[in-house]
């Protein structure tokens, strides 16, 4: 686990409708859903809330890109709204590729028995964790921290 950073992430899930939240134990072990927060003018401050409630030292904010690598309608809101936690937190804030995150979420909810309506309310939890545990796992692979630290709160490094 050598180059391993110990501590508690935040890992942010950003939708449209809802921002799906989850977070890992200081040893990066396990990665699991917080809450789904609602996509509103208070999402930001229930992020930072959960992000003081867990002694969080850095955020995680699934950057959605096209399965080529580039950006998508959602890149520059991901990439927005990472910049509102950077300031709002006044954290630490990662960008890390959740190409596959969501679809991995329906798949592994799909293969629980659950049906797509009753998954709903939990896809956005389940697809923080998938991208949380993948940027733990790269971070604990590399030793280096998955993604690209935001610099500025309005652009990424």
Do not use: W
């Not at 630490?92 to 309506?117: F, I, K, M, Y």
């Not at 998954?119 to 690209?148: H, Y």
Request: charged content about 25%; glycine content about 10%; overall charge neutral.
């Amino acid at each position: 686990m050598s180059g391993f950073r110990r501590g508690v992430r935040l890992g942010v899930d950003v939708g449209k409708a809802r921002v799906g939240v989850a977070r890992c134990d200081p040893d990066g072990m396990l990665a699991v859903p917080v809450e789904t927060v609602p996509r509103n003018e208070a999402s930001v401050a229930r992020i930072t809330a959960l992000a003081n409630e867990y002694d969080a030292f850095e955020v995680l904010v699934g950057l959605p890109v096209s399965l080529s690598g580039g950006d998508t309608a959602s890149t520059a809101d991901a990439r927005a709204f990472a910049g509102e936690l950077a300031t709002a937190t006044g954290r630490p804030v990662r960008l890390v590729d959740e190409r596959l995150s969501t679809v991995s979420a329906h798949a592994a909810l799909r293969e629980s028995g659950r049906s797509q309506r009753s998954s709903r309310r939990i896809v956005d939890q389940v697809a923080a964790v998938v991208l949380l545990q993948q940027a733990i796992d790269v971070e604990k692979g590399t030793g280096t921290p998955a993604g690209v630290l935001m610099s500025d709160p309005q652009e990424p490094a």
